[in-house]
């Protein structure tokens, strides 16, 4: 699991450098069939979180129409009624996924287009797909998605993009330069925190219960670090958007909590900021993950972030250190990360409605 968490940088400049073109040639081919309007993403676990993630930018940065939705539930109740000219893309590791292949199937006898974003193009859903993107890069050997959860992002984020340029939106110059960089950011917050974390897991493992909190693009990055807490280390966690916890989850914080808020430099700075402040006035232990300095030298622990990481795709270099997390504390607490009990590396059942 480690060695594929430094591998990821390596991964997103595959993608960026030899899976693009793939996606170019994708998009141009469902754009001259389709004109998609409306995008479906898709996943389970791990994957879902992934689209999650790329739908936060297909919606607000691309001016798509974007819906992210477990795999299940596309194949109970989407596509919705009337929905403009809709296509789905799912998202899975090994591309095997009941859910997820049952919810491409039921896109094909509705008449809706699918493309495939996967570590195995000749699986199961990359062969029945109208089309797929293969990430590129070797799925991991840990039964813990690290390297595959950010490469499945950024395929979808790239597909999104070319989507929005066909469809003639403006997209800002700054948008390419902060994608091209994102290798350069994963590669110094992977040398920069790994330290950093590996003292956090040390004291740690006297909390009763993890929380992860933030928002935008970085929500579902919370969401997929609990789960990586939770799958390695068997510790209760859980995830919320930052501006909903004061809405009813704030009555349980107490000692013995330790909360992690990601927040990194942004026009929301200041609201997360403020939380935080209230969050630890209940005696709940907090560690910033942020690149703001004024944050992070107002707590005893923190993760200090690269100053480099600031772009609109902060989020894809803020899952690093939540994985490191999951790592070390499972290390901390003698389990193997790799193989985490009752887990398969994906789920076989009938899912069909």
Request: glycine residues 6%; neutral net charge; contains cysteine.
């Amino acid at each position: 699991m480690i060695e594929e968490i430094h591998g990821q940088a390596a991964a997103l400049t595959t993608i960026l450098e030899d899976v693009r073109p793939k996606i170019r040639e994708v998009a141009r081919d469902v754009w001259n069939s389709k004109r998609p309007e409306t995008f479906y993403l898709i996943g389970c676990g791990s994957s879902y979180y992934a689209a999650m993630l790329a739908s936060f930018y297909k919606e607000y940065r691309f001016g798509l129409d974007s819906h992210a939705l477990p795999s299940s539930e596309f194949v109970w109740f989407a596509p919705r009624l009337k929905a403009p000219s809709p296509i789905l893309i799912a998202l899975s590791r090994s591309g095997m996924t009941s859910e997820t292949v049952e919810a491409t199937r039921k896109a094909k006898k509705a008449g809706v287009l699918a493309i495939a974003i996967t570590a195995d193009p000749d699986s199961t859903m990359g062969r029945e797909c109208d089309d797929s993107v293969g990430l590129g890069i070797s799925s991991e050997q840990s039964m813990i998605m690290t390297k595959t959860f950010t490469g499945s992002a950024l395929c979808s984020v790239l597909l999104g993009l070319e989507f929005a340029k066909l469809r003639g939106n403006t997209i800002p110059e700054q948008v390419e330069n902060e994608l091209i960089a994102l290798p350069d950011y994963a590669k110094q917050t992977v040398d920069s925190v790994e330290s950093q974390v590996r003292s956090i897991a040390e004291t740690s493992g006297r909390a009763t219960r993890f929380i992860y909190l933030g928002s935008g693009a970085n929500y579902p990055v919370c969401l997929e670090g609990a789960l990586k807490l939770r799958e390695t280390s068997y510790s209760a966690s859980e995830a919320y958007h930052a501006m909903e916890f004061r809405h009813g989850p704030f009555s349980e914080l107490e000692a013995g909590i330790q909360v992690f808020g990601i927040v990194p430099r942004s026009r929301t700075t200041p609201q997360e900021v403020r939380l935080l402040k209230e969050v630890a006035s209940t005696g709940a232990k907090v560690v910033p993950i942020s690149n703001v300095p004024d944050l992070l030298s107002s707590h005893s622990e923190s993760i200090r972030m690269p100053d480099t990481a600031y772009s609109d795709f902060a989020a894809f270099s803020y899952m690093i250190p939540m994985q490191m997390l999951a790592y070390y504390h499972a290390v901390k607490k003698a389990l193997n990360p790799d193989r985490p009990r009752n887990l398969a590396r994906y789920v076989a059942t009938e899912i069909a409605p």
